[in-house]
């Protein structure tokens, strides 16, 4: 077993991929739109982010939100997608296909799978919403996805701590399993060290107030959650470096 643990950061912008490239993480998540768990980014920010990064980089494809049953035309974007960053130089992709039962599609994760060779694959948190995830482990395993990304298949990853180290157990060296949800510098040392576990997955996000003097306040371009127009999260070097630090 490898005594490095890899840290991989899940960030939104090119810029917050700079910042955890410079906090020592070993590879990035680019998505977009992270308030609905992520979808895939424009390929402006996969271009740009390529040329910028020197560590692994990893892309999510995943069309919209809400749930991981797709139709038809949204499978022929995703694999449009999994082309574009395949093109790009992007080392990974991250997919997740369900069928209306909660278990993997395998016919359709198999297609995504071979389109995206020789990229490596994860499957993401689709994974916890399936019925049963050991069987969707040795599922995922037949097909052969290289890691799985996990809270346990529950809200965050010390939740769901003992699942994840049945996972890794079961999991020995046939699939790697990417642990995530909630994890910090004051709680990643001892997680690891609970599950076994040698990938974890974090945002590292620090708010960044804008620089915008004149300000509309009754004004809101986004949903009824509202967040404010004039702060955005942008992962924070430092909380990396302490994280890396830790897991030495």
């Known amino acids: 077993m490898e005594d490095k643990i890899v840290v991989e950061v899940c ?65 022929e974007i995703m694999k449009r997608d999994i082309e574009v960053a395949k093109s790009l130089g992007v080392d990974g992709v991250v997919i997740g296909v369900l069928k209306e039962s909660g278990d993997i599609d395998v016919p359709r994760t198999k297609a995504l799978v071979a389109l995206a060779r020789p990229m490596s694959v994860t499957f993401h948190r689709a994974f916890d919403v399936t019925p049963d995830p050991l069987q969707a482990l040795e599922t995922l395993i037949s097909i052969g996805v290289d890691r799985v990304l996990t809270s346990g298949q529950e809200a965050t990853a010390c939740e769901g701590a003992e699942t994840v180290a049945k996972l890794v157990e079961i999991a020995s060296n046939r699939i790697r399993i990417l642990a995530c949800g909630g994890l910090t510098p004051r709680n990643v040392r001892r997680f690891v060290d609970s599950t076994h576990v040698r990938e974890v997955h974090l945002t590292g996000f620090a708010p960044v107030d804008s620089a915008m003097k004149f300000r509309n306040e009754r004004v809101f371009m986004g949903g009824t959650l509202r967040p404010s127009e004039f702060a955005r999260s942008v992962t924070n070097a430092g909380t990396i470096r302490e994280v890396r630090d830790r897991l030495r």
């Not at 740009?48 to 990893?58: D, E, S």
Request: with cysteine; aromatic share 4%.
């Open 11 to 75: 960030v939104d912008s090119v810029e917050s991929a700079i910042q955890a490239q410079r906090g020592g993480a070993d590879r990035i998540e680019l998505c977009d739109n992270l308030m609905e768990g992520g979808t895939t980014p424009s390929c402006g920010s996969v271009e740009v982010g390529r040329r910028w990064l020197q560590i692994a980089m990893h892309v999510i494809i995943r069309p919209r939100g809400g749930d991981f049953l797709y139709s038809d035309l949204e499978l």
